[in-house]
Structures are given as C-alpha cells and as structure tokens.
C-alpha cells in the first residue's frame, strides 16, 4: 500500500526541502523502494536540488510541472461552469532523478516552478487535492509518495493534506519552533474543521539539532505539546554537509560527512518506514 | 604583582573557553579571591577586616572538614546529578557511563521527580517521560489527573527495562528533567532543606 506524506512547516529554513530530499533518495537508493516526490513549493527548491539545470531546462521545455495540474483540472463548486478537464497522464509530468539499475528503486519527480505563485491566486474555489493526478492506479505505481511543502499556509497547503492526510513535520528546537508547533497545530485543527480531514501526524523531527542546553529545554515544550509517539527519537544534526550536498545536488551519504552523521539519517529513515 | 597580573590574564584566556556553567562558577571564585586580597591589602592592625579574615579562615575551615569527612548522600547525589547532566549537556561527557551509574543515582532521581509531581501539568508530565522511556503515555483514566501516580507508573516501566535501555533511558530523562523548572527546583530545595 502506498504511504502518503506532506513534509510541512508553517516555518521556512526548517530543513524541509533537505529532509524531503535526502529521504527520497535514501528509501529509493538504499531501500529499492519507488518514490514519487511532488515539489508543491513555488520556491522550487526540491526541484532545484534533485534536478540537473540542463535536463529541467529541457522538462520545461516540452512537459508540465505541478503547476500545470492546477491549471488544467480543478473541481468546481456551486453555481460555477465546469470547465471540460482534460485527463492528466503522469507521464507528462515526471522528471527520472534516479533509477536502479538492478532493483524496482526509483525516484520520480513532478517538479515546481514560479509560475505555481501566480496559479495561487485564482485557486479560491478549488482544486483541493491532487486526486486527477494521483489516481488509484498512479498511487499503485509507488511505494511512497511524498509533498514537499511552502512554509505558507495556503490553498496548496489545503491541497497537500487534503491529499496525503498525513504529515511529517521538520522542526528546529529554539524559540521559533516552539511557536512554529502552536502554528501547525492550528493548521491541522482548522483543516478538519474545514474539511472533516484530521491529518495523521507521522512526526515531528528535530532539524539541526545540537544538543544544546537551550534545544533541550525547547525540545521539552514540543515534546509536552505533541503526544510522545509524534516525536521522533531520532534528529538530524546541524552539521554542514547537508549544505554541501545540497549544493553538489546530492545526498548526505554520497559526501565524506561522518559515520555518525549519516547513522543517525539512517536511524531517522527506519523510524519514519516504522511510522508512516 | 608581575604574577598576579599574569594570572589574571590567564584566568580572562581560560574563561573565554568556558561554558555558562563553568564560566558562573568561575567568575563566583575570582569575585571571592578578588575580596580576600582587597582585605589583606589593608592594614592587619585595622579592627575590621583581620575580623573578616577570621570569619572566611572560620569558613574555609569548616568546608575543609566537610570536604574530608564522609558527604551525606543528599548533596552528593544532588552534585552528581548536576554534574552528570552538565557534562551530557555541554559535550563533555569523556568516561564512559555505565549501568552502575544508573543505579547509583536513578533513585534519588525517582525521589526527587516524585516530590516535584505535584507542581507538573499531569499531561505534560506524561508526555515527556513516555517519550525519555521510549513508550506510549498512560491511557490509564485514574493516573490521568494524579502526578505522583504518574511518576510512579514510570518509574515501574524504568525499573522493569534491561540494563542498556535503562542507561540510555537514564540519559534522556536527566538531560531533558534537570533543564525543567519544578524538578530543578525541588532539587535544590532538597539539598538545602
């Protein structure tokens, strides 16, 4: 069966994008598992990392990005026309960021763009889910499929839990998280007031983490907020090779960054597998 | 006054590199030394300050033979407490902690955070030691509401846990309880009282 997860913070610089990355990669490299990420970030920094300029260049250049699905199938409400909505064919819009050789391992992307901004602001009726692209036969086609998310709270966020009804939630343990956890609690109480929809909540991660007095002390007020079995054990420490990959458009395992570094990653893949 | 000089100056180096602890304990040390040698440059024939030198020799004394004599068992397990969730707290932890450890301080720890229960949220409590002891909080209706019962229904779940677990356990709850308010707090009022 399909796991579903929007990677979401009402925060940005979190370590969304980073995390949404690096996990794909893991469970599609590592795992044999068959991914599909969708960059639902106008900034486009999921698709800036897992893409090379050449090829996106040439994607823009004769397919579609998440920005067409808005612009091509929405569902309409009360007294609106409904426009004739052409059927969506996933192909259109994936972009291969990795393909196993010897195993079913892949990881596929529908990649974002600017124009996503510019889509926001006459979606006041709708779409509210990804359902036209992810049909029941696209979601058999992966294992996992993951949002990358905007730090907003937007009709794309609407869209997001709508679809996935699940979150993961990176988070950095200082003053801000603890407030950025006040704001996704909101987020997600108001999406079932809205929609009858209480997404599940894989977890809660702790970004950057140092294992400072005052992260500790932070860290306790998330944990005293969020029920024990949101949080998870494991953390991603602040070090700087996630950078470094980021910037090689890699991931952190494919960098000279220390066995422990790349320990905990895999500590945190297990538990999000064990959790999602 | 050449080496007095010198040693101030590598006491300034020195705590530079320290932490917020060490650097607090340092500054009370020097404040102290700063006064004895504001005293003794003052004539000994002055009434008042040789009877200051008296009360602080007095003082140093009566902490020279606490310090040989057996420690009672309350401050030192407050100390180790302390100073075992400082060096876990500031990376400098270099021994290896072990299983002795943990039972060597785990009860006065239990003592302490079961005093602390009542000035808990009983759902914040839960939360946070379900999440040291890596289990899910209590469903229990009637600990819901009573914190001792809590600490107490958790402490079971520790004392029940292997050696390792417990260790590791033991870390997380005396890194994540000594930076909070009511244990911290009890704490101290143990020692002194």
């Not at chain 2, 890596?134 to 809590?150: F, G, R």
Request: proline share 4%; net charge positive; glycine share 4%.
């Amino acid at each position: 069966m399909t796991k579903l997860a929007s990677i979401i913070n009402m925060k940005g610089g979190v370590g969304k994008t980073t995390l949404t990355f690096n996990l794909a990669s893991y469970l599609a490299e590592l795992n044999d598992q068959r991914v599909l990420v969708i960059d639902l970030d106008p900034q486009a920094n999921a698709t800036v990392v897992s893409t090379e300029e050449d090829k996106y260049k040439a994607h823009l250049a004769s397919k579609k990005t998440v920005a067409d699905v808005f612009v091509h199938a929405y569902k309409t409400y009360g007294p609106v026309r409904s426009p004739k909505v052409g059927d969506l064919d996933l192909k259109d819009f994936l972009y291969e960021v990795y393909k196993s050789k010897s195993s079913n391992g892949r990881f596929d992307l529908i990649p974002s763009e600017l124009m996503l901004s510019s889509v926001l602001k006459g979606m006041t009726l709708g779409p509210y889910d990804l359902d036209k692209l992810l049909t029941p036969q696209v979601r058999q086609q992966y294992d996992y499929i993951l949002l990358d998310c905007a730090p907003t709270n937007s009709s794309l966020t609407t869209v997001a839990l709508n679809t996935t009804q699940s979150v993961l939630i990176p988070m950095i343990s200082d003053s801000f998280g603890a407030h950025g956890t006040a704001l996704m609690k909101q987020v997600l109480d108001e999406h079932k007031y809205d929609y009858g929809i209480s997404p599940k909540v894989i977890g809660v991660v702790f970004m950057m983490w140092e294992n400072q007095e005052n992260q500790i002390t932070q860290s306790n007020e998330i944990i005293k907020s969020w029920t024990p079995g949101a949080v998870f054990r494991s953390r991603i420490s602040k070090n700087n090779w996630y950078r470094v990959a980021n910037g090689k458009r890699t991931t952190i395992w494919h960098t000279a960054a220390g066995r422990e570094y790349k320990r905990e990653f895999d500590n945190f893949v297990n538990e999000f597998i064990a959790k999602a | 006054m050449y080496r007095l000089n010198a040693a101030f100056s590598r006491y300034e180096q020195a705590l530079r590199t320290l932490s917020d602890v060490d650097r607090e304990a340092a500054i009370d040390l020097i404040s102290s030394l700063a006064g004895v040698i504001e005293l003794v440059k003052e004539p000994i024939g002055v009434a008042q300050p040789s009877s200051e030198l008296k009360v602080i020799r007095n003082y140093l004394t009566k902490k020279l033979t606490e310090a040989r004599s057996p420690a009672s068992s309350k401050p030192e397990s407050r100390d180790l407490l302390n100073h075992f969730r400082n060096e876990l707290a500031h990376g400098k932890f270099h021994r290896k902690y072990g299983p002795n450890d943990t039972k060597r301080l785990a009860p006065f720890f239990w003592k302490v955070l079961e005093k602390s229960a009542p000035q808990w949220n009983p759902h914040e409590l839960s939360n946070i030691l379900a999440y040291c002891l890596h289990t899910s909080p209590s469903t229990n209706e009637n600990l819901s509401s009573d914190q001792k019962k809590i600490v107490r229904f958790y402490k079971a779940i520790f004392n029940a846990l292997d050696e390792d677990r417990q260790t590791s356990a033991f870390i997380e709850l005396t890194l994540r309880l000594l930076s909070e308010p009511p244990f911290k707090g009890t704490l101290d009022s143990m020692v002194s009282a």
